[in-house]
């Protein structure tokens, strides 16, 4: 593992934010989902995440997850993603969302 610095770090911005809808992406290579999430001040980005396995489209929406909002834009297929969802893989290799267990305004940053 490479160590970086706390300037490194604070360079990331990990923020909350709040599922507001989900969609099938049938065209993704690994099955996936397209997500809109309310970021508060950073507004309303897209991304995708190949979450299917673990949850179902209707109990997303709501949920506040963690994403990384100061990447570059990513072409995946014909859909941009405009952050990175942020998960760990379990035991069998499928990805648990990061959440938080409290309501924090969207776009607070992790700190």
Do not use: C, H
């Amino acid at each position: 593992m490479e160590e970086i610095t706390w300037n490194d770090f604070v360079k990331v911005e990990l923020r909350a934010g709040t599922i507001i809808e989900v969609f099938d992406f049938p065209e993704a290579r690994k099955p996936a989902y397209k997500l809109r999430v309310d970021f508060g001040e950073f507004g309303i980005k897209t991304s995708s995440a190949q979450i299917t396995k673990l949850y179902t489209k209707e109990e997303l929406p709501g949920k506040q997850i963690i994403g990384v909002v100061n990447f570059p834009k990513k072409q995946i297929g014909k859909f941009m993603s405009e952050f990175l969802v942020t998960g760990f893989a379990d035991e069998n290799g499928d990805i648990v969302l990061t959440t938080l267990s409290g309501k924090v305004p969207n776009g607070s940053k992790m700190i």
